[in-house]
T-cell receptor, first 112, second 111 residues
């Protein structure tokens, strides 16, 4: 089983739609969680951290369920510029080192 | 503030050849990471440095890959000899707090 699993998509949605991505992780000792965004042929960039209480940043809402080891990202009123790959990222301790483990990413295309 | 710098941006080599990539992290960032990202996959950690010391290299294929960060600033990653399956983007990142900042990557194609 992969440490971090995501639905690869692709998700093709019209502008203005709401879209949700899911992610599960296998290491119950994982400590922090993130969503990164990666545009085509570009490097990943931090989109937002994910907190147990859930958190919102404009049109983006992230949720964490530690009991189910499940993370989600909701995008409301999607824009053309939201088209990208969204990477679920989990921070765990590996020995004495903090290590980020990336999912394979979910590809989103927002259509006009 | 300057970001993470990497060079070269692109490299094409034949299998069994050697290749080296260079990274200069954001000034003052003590922790540096090298990742391999194969097409369609997320980045996979190869090695993590704290200053000039290796913190984690458990996923580095040590028979052919090596990395160093001698002065605790810039770093090089080497592959010798390269295989076809090494074709990927090699990303360097440094961290402040819990946010990783990635360089633009080196896109390697092994023929």
């Amino acid at each position: 089983r992969k440490e971090v699993e995501q639905d690869p998509g692709p998700f093709n949605v019209p502008e203005g739609a709401t879209v949700a991505f899911n992610c599960t992780y296998s290491n119950s000792a994982s400590q922090s969680f993130f969503w990164y965004r990666q545009d085509c042929r570009k490097e990943p960039k931090l989109l937002m951290s994910v907190y147990s209480s859930g958190n919102e940043d404009g049109r983006f809402t992230a949720q964490l369920n530690r009991a189910s080891q499940y993370i989600s990202l909701l995008i409301r009123d999607s824009k053309l510029s939201d088209s990208a790959t969204y990477l679920c990222v989990v921070n765990s301790l590996s020995g004495s080192a903090r290590q980020l483990t990336f999912g394979s990413g979910t590809q989103l295309t927002v259509l006009p | 503030e300057a970001g993470v710098a990497q060079s070269p941006r692109y490299k094409i080599i034949e299998k069994r050849q050697s290749v080296a990539f260079w990274c200069n992290p954001i000034s003052g960032h003590a922790t540096l990471y090298w990742y391999q990202q194969i097409l369609g996959q997320g980045p996979k950690l190869l090695i993590q440095f704290q200053n000039n010391g290796v913190v984690d290299d458990s996923q580095l294929p040590k028979d052919r890959f090596s990395a160093e960060r001698l002065k605790g600033v810039d770093s090089t990653l080497k592959i010798q000899p390269a295989k076809l399956e090494d074709s990927a983007v090699y990303l360097c990142a440094s961290i402040i707090g819990q946010t990783q900042y990635f360089g633009p990557g080196t896109r390697l194609l092994v023929l």
